[in-house]
């Protein structure tokens, strides 16, 4: 069973993976543009994917390349295909809970041997900018809390130079202005039409699902396509899940799993082992919405079947959905008549 721990950082797995799936020149001229609960000042460019939902979104936008001649400029030090990912999302973590998570992460998901923290600082209780990568290669990530729980981040993969990737980062995450209302604190949750014998942990704020046989399913969301490309998913789930559960990443296999996907109904199935234990992350693209819902699943012996069963009784907002009912009589019940994991399973979830 996952701990409280485990439960309460799997928030920010989801959330991390908005920009951290992205990640795989100060002097630029910014200009303010309004945001769902939020303003920012951001270099103009061209917007090459946005979803603006109010409680997780993400807004990319290539900026101009170095032409032949600007390569030749050694103060010029534009990256062959420069670009700034922004990204918000409710998290539920504290400021420096947070901020660790999300260097660590990061560090465990960027390609090279060299990688390292290269420039970090707070320049204010609310903004925080850490310059991450090898020496030439750096990616610079800015973010400000607007509340507890509720980040707007900046990726920013602009310049070759550590200094400017920090300062434009800067920048960008010091003008945010936060106004949030209750559409940024919106809780969305997937369409669900369980197997029998799957109950609800009503307190959780993600969706949390279980069996008296010892399954689990935690189901949240990201913003974009996380579908998109199968093998990074994988490289930064791995990073993450590292971070999260201390395992080394050596440690962590990840395989893709065939999913009966279609053009009408995108998802993905990912095998996760860790430390002996094993379980399965299935996904599913909700294109009206601009989110993709993740489910991790973790049973005793869990099966491919019993993944892509579950996977398949997940869907969309708005779609067809059965509530389960709540987990807490049947598990008091369980432990009255002497289920010692019952009994351990409502102690951990605090019922």
Known sequence: MMSRHGRHVVRFLFASLTWCASAVGGAEELKRQQFPGFSIKLPEGKVVGSSQVAFAGRHEVRLPEPGVLDNLNPLDHRVSAPRIVLSWAQHGLDDDEYNALLRGALLKSLPGNDVRVLKENAPSPDVHVVVLGQP???????????????????????????????????RIAESIRCALTDANRRRLEAATRLPAGFV??????????????????????????????????????????????????????ISVVATKSTPERQTGLLYVMAAGDSGYVGALWCPKIGVTFMGIYTAPAPTQSRAAELLDSLGCPGEP????????????????????DACTTLKQHSF
């Open 321 to 340: 959905s059965e509530e389960p009912r709540d987990a807490k009589p049947l598990f008091e019940a369980s432990c009255k008549d002497g289920d010692a």
């Open 200 to 253: 609800r942990v009503m307190h959780e704020p993600v969706p949390t699902y279980l069996t008296l046989s010892g399954e689990h399913l935690v189901v949240n969301f990201t913003a974009g396509n996380q579908l998109r490309d199968s093998q990074t998913l994988s490289v930064v789930f791995k990073g993450l899940l590292s971070e999260v559960t201390g395992v080394p990443v050596a440690q962590i296999r």
């Open 136 to 170: 030439g290669l750096p990616i610079a990530f800015g973010t400000r809390r607007c509340e507890r729980g509720f980040n707007v981040s900046v990726m920013v993969a602009v310049s070759k130079d550590v200094d400017e990737e920090f300062v434009l980062a800067k």
